[in-house]
């Protein structure tokens, strides 16, 4: 039989389970039995073909092209060298296919370690006793817990349904929240009104579910087989990379092509030129440009995730970094979320809520006490912060008072309140508590020194006063109010005793009898007037978009420094009359609240906002934040407080729940993008004195000075470890000082372009040019006289070329850590990763210009020390020229 089909009883015998759930002994056996519910990876493409696909994609194309025409030369023509070129060729394809699968790899890696910080949990019961467990050991048998905002861990049989809706889109496409209840239905499955699947979310309502299936055994699991799993697509700022790289290829083909046709012009062999063209266009492809960028985005990653944001793709990383506006919830991320009750108003007086004497024996207390779903256990109040708060007033109060809860209509932020129908010695009672709004138009008596009485104008005026007075100390204040409440005269037939029934809302919460206010202290978060003063240097607008009252909500932005002058305030109910003109005039306030609104309005600030141009963070905890959540460019979910739903249509996830952390995040996104032109500067630059080698030749007509094979040994050796370690470079206090980067803003723009090929590569080329002539001469050499690529001098002059280029490049490192602050001021030795590069690229040196297998592969010989020692302060010179046009461009 169908479990759809059976009664409950009948459903928990099947899968041998009872309704206090399994034993922790049990459960351990049918995990070991059934296995981890998870869906397994499905195939994703396999390693060694993701390795083939670095010898096949556009630049390595190229390389083989170039590779096949120098062997298809070196056959026709031996003797020409290019056999050996042909092989470097290959080399090249080969060490860059290796390294950019590391890099990738190293990557992905970095991306799946993050997923794993944020295990999903689920509320079951075992042993009778309700317990969080980790998603991926429920087993068939047990017993879970649903409510708002859950996303269901496995199939499951309902047990008991109140209001319960669930979202069913991911596995039938269906998108409207269909009611589930937990009677026996004939139904198929998947139509069956009391069945809940794995990968589904509850919207709205709470029940109790038996597990029938789990991990690969659920109708998800199914899916996810026939499915084939969908590669990550890359970010736009990796694609902004491979258009810019095919880009400098073909410009460096054309180089190519320039130079063989000049060399043709001037009279040089056609194998010569042949070889010249190849080699420089090899030189100039810059192939490791994207394996490092995509790793640089990955450390980026996990240099949030350090910073307790968690971001679940590498475009969010970017993204973070051109965020113009955020909004941001109050309570819980400006605020700590721990209230305490901390004033109360009633019989037309303020008092300390600590003044426990003086609240004896009262309704007030008593209707915050059973309106309340917070529990005391364990020496902890556990539940929503606002109750847990009411709950330790009442119980150090007043204690605790035994009652029947009846019937209760839920929280919820449209309306603002929440009531329950409670029996308390045998006597009926409604009590209400919420917003003041909320609560007072559904009031006709209010309560004074212990007495009802009617209520008027008077009254209400003198409670909203004072309902004033508590929000502008920035307190949460919530109304409260009661009735007794008589039933509709139905009596149980063997008691005797009346049934009490809950009416509909309506009547259950008219004619109500004002108990009086209380306001809760929720004291800000210390570290958020700093980030907002960030944020504000940043010129990041930052918007507060609460559910709380205008009154509370100015006062505690005024305490964190959002609002220092006279701020533009909206209420959700002026909200939803204004028209979008309207909304758009009030969005450019410098200074905005949005008070007491809900989810539902968050979508449209948002919408209104990306229409005007800025790129949107929000953030959001409820199933109702969502759509907000997927619109924003950035949506952030919070990992304590946030539901299932909303984290999981959240781009990034707030592990601390802290607006602070928001910033530290914009702080890395901003970061990565400087990194990545920071190392492009970096690697561009050497460009400029391997091209100049070639032009000399070419026009001046004297040996060459640097070989190809010692270009590749800068491209593909020495500069590969500190370009990398620009990428980990901390953010500069600068980054948060400048505007947002503009979404058309270019990676390869016309300053880092200028800077790499008209400054830094300029002197760059003059230290190598003086390198090779320094060696020449000193060895006798006259202008004119061409040597033979075996001599030993000139094999010393290239070598002191490329030594020239390699120390210029160590100065070079230092001067890329920033485009426009001096490097003195980042701290000069703070980034070890740069020397640890440095160590590389010099090791790297000597060994090429040391020791006779470096000597044969890249043409060098041993030079001594003085060369070095000449061409040392030209790594000074590149750096501290650099310091001095940082310093013109500041003043
Ligand atoms: P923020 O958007 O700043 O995070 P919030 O989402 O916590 O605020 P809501 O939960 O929508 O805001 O609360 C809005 C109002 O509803 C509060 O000002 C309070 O008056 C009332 N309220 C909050 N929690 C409860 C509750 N548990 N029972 C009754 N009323 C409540």
Redesign the pocket.
């Known amino acids: 039989m169908k479990i759809s089909s059976l009664s409950k009883e009948d459903a928990l015998r099947q899968l041998v389970s009872s309704e206090n759930g399994l034993s922790e002994a049990e459960a351990a056996k049918r995990l070991s039995e059934n296995g981890l519910n998870e869906i397994s990876a499905v195939a994703r493409t396999p390693l060694f073909l993701k390795f083939l696909g670095q010898f096949t994609h556009f630049l390595a194309i190229l390389l083989w092209i170039g590779a096949g025409l120098s062997f298809l030369s070196a056959y026709l023509h031996p003797g020409e060298g290019m056999s050996t070129l042909g092989g470097a060729i290959i080399g090249v394809i080969l060490i860059n296919a290796v390294f950019t699968f590391i890099q990738e790899f190293r990557a992905e890696k970095a991306l799946e370690a993050l997923k794993k910080l944020l295990p999903m949990y689920v509320q079951t019961i075992r042993e009778g006793v309700e317990k969080e467990i980790p998603a991926r050991e429920i087993v068939p048998g047990d017993i879970i817990m649903l409510a708002e905002g859950d996303m269901i861990p496995a199939d499951a049989r309902l047990i008991e349904s109140s209001t319960l809706k669930v979202n069913n889109a991911s596995l039938t496409g269906e998108s409207e929240a269909s009611l589930r209840d937990h009677m026996p239905a004939q139904d198929e499955l998947l139509e069956s009104p009391n069945i809940v699947f794995a990968g589904t979310a509850v919207t709205s309502g709470s029940g109790k579910a038996l597990v029938f299936a789990t991990g690969m055994g659920t109708e998800f699991g199914r899916i996810a087989h026939l499915t084939s799993a969908v590669e990550p697509s890359l970010s736009p700022l990796q694609k902004e990379i491979v258009k810019a790289t095919r880009l400098v290829a073909t410009i460096a083909a054309l180089v190519g092509i320039f130079f063989f046709g000049l060399g043709l012009f001037i009279g040089r062999s056609f194998w010569e030129n042949f070889i010249f063209a190849i080699g420089i266009t090899v030189a100039l492809i810059p192939e490791g440009m994207l394996p490092t960028v995509t790793l640089s985005l990955a450390m980026a990653s996990q240099r949030m995730a350090k910073r307790k944001a968690l971001i679940k793709s590498l475009s969010s990383a970017e993204t973070l970094g051109c965020v113009t506006v955020v909004c941001t919830?109050?309570?819980?991320?400006l605020t700590q979320n721990r209230m305490t009750a901390s004033k109360i108003w009633k019989d037309d007086q303020v008092i300390d809520a600590r003044d426990h004497g003086l609240l004896a024996g009262d309704m007030l207390l008593q209707t915050a006490l059973l309106c309340n779903n917070a529990r005391f256990a364990e020496n902890e109040y556990k539940g929503?912060p606002?109750?847990a708060a009411l709950l330790k007033l009442g119980r150090e109060s007043i204690g605790g008072i035994s009652s029947q809860r009846i019937a209760e209509i839920p929280?919820d932020?449209e309306r603002?309140?929440?009531t329950t129908l409670c029996k308390v010695a045998d006597i009926g009672y409604v009590f209400t508590?919420?917003?003041m709004e909320s609560i007072l138009p559904l009031c006709s008596r209010s309560l004074v020194g212990g007495a009802q009485q009617q209520m008027d104008d008077m009254f209400r005026q003198k409670a909203t006063e004072a309902c004033h007075q508590l929000m502008d100390m920035g307190l949460?204040?919530?109304a409260f109010a009661y009735k007794e409440y008589k039933g509709q005269g139905d009596r149980d037939k063997g008691t005797g005793k009346e049934i009490l029934h809950a009416a509909d809302p309506q009547s259950l919460e008219a004619d109500l009898v004002f108990a009086g206010l209380i306001g809760l202290e929720d004291p800000p978060r210390p570290e958020v007037p700093d980030a907002i003063r960030k944020c504000h240097a940043a010129g990041i607008k930052v918007i507060m978009?609460?559910?709380?009252?205008s009154r509370t909500a100015l006062a505690i932005a005024r305490e964190i420094e959002l609002v220092r002058g006279e701020a533009v305030v909206v209420e959700g109910t002026e909200f939803m009359k204004m028209d979008d003109g309207e909304l758009r005039k009030k969005l450019a306030a410098k200074e905005l609240i949005f008070a007491r609104m809900t989810p539902k309005h968050k979508m449209r600030v948002v919408s209104i906002l990306q229409e005007e141009g800025e790129r949107v963070a929000v953030t959001g905890d409820g199933v109702n934040d969502a759509p907000a959540l997927k619109k924003a460019d950035i949506g952030i979910s919070m990992g304590v407080a946030g539901t299932d739903v909303a984290k999981e249509a959240a781009d990034m996830i707030l592990l601390d729940d802290n607006f602070a952390t928001i910033v530290s995040a914009v702080e890395e996104g901003r970061a990565v993008y400087e990194n990545i032109r920071k190392f492009i500067t970096y690697i561009f630059t050497s460009n400029i004195p391997e091209a100049v080698p070639y032009l000399a030749y070419i026009l001046l007509k004297i040996p060459l000075p640097l070989t190809i094979m010692q270009i590749l040994a800068v491209d593909l050796g020495t500069d590969m470890l500190p370009a990398l370690a620009l990428g980990t470079e901390r953010p500069t206090p600068s980054v948060m000082k400048q505007p947002p980067r503009s979404r058309d803003k270019r990676l390869l723009d016309f300053s880092v372009i200028s800077r790499a090929y008209l400054f830094l590569g300029p002197i760059e080329a003059v230290a190598c040019m003086f390198g090779f002539f320094y060696v020449m001469y000193e060895g006798g050499w006259h202008w004119g006289t061409m040597l033979q690529p075996d001599n030993i001098l000139y094999m010393q002059a290239t070598t002191a070329c490329l030594t020239a280029i390699v120390i210029s490049q160590a100065g070079n490192v230092f001067a890329c850590r920033s485009s426009g602050e001096s490097v003195f001021g980042l701290g000069l030795l703070k980034n070890r990763m740069i020397f640890m590069g440095i160590g590389f690229e010099l090791c790297l040196q000597l060994f090429i210009v040391y020791t006779p297998w470096g000597n044969s592969i890249f043409s060098s010989a041993p030079i001594s020390l003085h060369i070095w020692l000449i061409l040392l302060p030209f790594a000074f010179l590149l750096f501290f020229a650099d310091e001095l046009r940082k310093t013109l461009t500041r003043s």
């Open positions: 919830d109050k309570t819980g991320t929503d606002t109750e929280f932020s603002k309140r929440m508590k919420g917003a949460r204040v919530l978009i609460t559910g709380d009252g």
